[in-house]
């Protein structure tokens, strides 16, 4: 979607998350990194390592918002 906080800071779709605020994202636990990420962080920063194709890491930044009282990130 276009209209989310990850995707303003620059996340696209098939993007591959390999940290959240410096914490590895490997595996079966991004969901739930992720989750518990945007419920810790509304309305602070959370910084990203994400990998798209094969470009080099880079760091995407944004602030997850409130959407009818709970967090959303993407």
Known sequence: ???TPAHAAGMRTGDRVRSVDGRGAGGDNIPG???GIAHRSVGSTVQVEIVRGDSPPQTV????AAQQGAPRIG
């Open 61 to 64: 930044t944004f602030v997850p």
């Open 1 to 3: 979607r276009d209209d």
């Open 33 to 35: 990194l992720l989750d």
